[in-house]
């Protein structure tokens, strides 16, 4: 737990001209009673590619602080510009508020800084050797970026865990050697049961699929044999009644043939009851014949 809190910044005279004096409102809160000054200070970010244009603006030593919520005002020099790459003069950088105790560093508020000129002209068109007396800037003080860090104070019960706190049951525990890939073994089991009842379902469905086919089959045989055997009586039935028909037809026959001998008789019994030889008619009808 920090025993400084940072509560709030406010960044007065802003905008200003680049060559004007930075000035904060900083208001904090201490718990306990501390036995060294707090320093502050402001950095200016030179250059965005390199460390070596940063400028410490100024620093200050507040203290002895008293418990409780305390405010005060910083303010800082403007930046040296022999210090920052022509280059690097307009545009927006970053400034930084850092406050530390005992030379640790607990809290840093970044702000980015717009170095622009104030006229539209001289911005779009730039002379090339910047013109110090026109440059403004403008602090972006709605989007601050706070960072704080946890410190040891004036005890050694405040300072933070530098390695990790010591666990006595850990060595009570199994060695994670002893059961090392017993999980996996143990899964890698389970996954060969179930594919070897997977394996087992698919043969007993096999099986069945097998016993269904031998049975349909034996159906078919024996519907087809069922099929033969009605052709076969079919054709049986056929050939008798062909045989029926024949003996019908030679039955008509027979009666038609009794009906003519009938018809004879009846003609002989007319002539006088006597019935002549059919060589006999055949002679008499051959004598008419020649008259």
């Known amino acids: 737990m920090s025993v400084?809190?940072?509560?709030?910044?406010?960044?007065?005279?802003?905008?200003?001209k680049f060559a004007d004096s930075y000035h904060f409102e900083i208001t904090f809160e201490c718990l306990e009673q501390l036995q060294k000054d707090l320093e502050w200070k402001l950095t200016y970010v030179g250059s965005a590619t390199s460390s070596e244009h940063d400028q410490e603006l100024d620093s200050l030593l507040v203290g002895p602080i008293p418990v409780g919520v305390n405010k005060f005002l910083f303010e800082a020099d403007p930046p040296d510009l022999r210090r920052i790459p022509t280059s690097e003069i307009l545009g927006v950088t970053?400034?930084?508020?850092t406050c530390s105790y005992d030379g640790r560093e607990f809290v840093r508020v970044g702000y980015y800084v717009n170095n622009e000129y104030d006229s539209e002209e001289l911005n779009a068109e730039p002379p090339a050797k910047p013109d110090i007396d026109r440059v403004r800037r403008n602090v972006l003080a709605e989007k601050p970026r706070v960072t704080r860090f946890a410190i040891k104070w004036d005890t050694e019960d405040s300072a933070p865990a530098e390695f990790p706190p010591e666990q006595p049951e850990a060595d009570t525990v199994e060695d994670d050697g002893v059961n090392y890939g017993a999980e996996e073994v143990e899964l890698e089991e389970g996954l060969k049961a179930e594919l070897a009842a997977a394996e087992e379902n698919k043969e007993g469905e096999d099986e069945e699929m097998a016993g269904a086919d031998d049975t349909a089959g034996a159906k078919e045989k024996a519907e087809d044999e069922d099929s033969d055997a009605g052709s076969e009586d079919l054709e049986?039935?056929?050939s008798g009644s062909e045989d029926e028909d024949a003996e019908e037809e030679e039955?008509?026959?027979?009666?038609?043939?009794?009906?003519d001998m009938g018809d004879g008789?009846?003609?002989?019994?007319a002539?006088?009851?006597k019935q002549q030889p059919v060589h006999q008619q055949?002679?008499?009808q051959a004598q008419v014949m020649v008259h």
């Open 4 to 16: 400084v809190s940072l509560l709030g910044v406010k960044v007065l005279d802003n905008p200003a």
């Open 94 to 97: 970053v400034i930084l508020l």
């Open 236 to 238: 049986a039935e056929s």
């Open 251 to 259: 039955g008509e026959g027979e009666g038609d043939e009794d009906m």
């Open 265 to 269: 008789e009846h003609a002989a019994e």
């Open 271 to 273: 002539s006088g009851g």
């Open 282 to 284: 055949q002679q008499q």
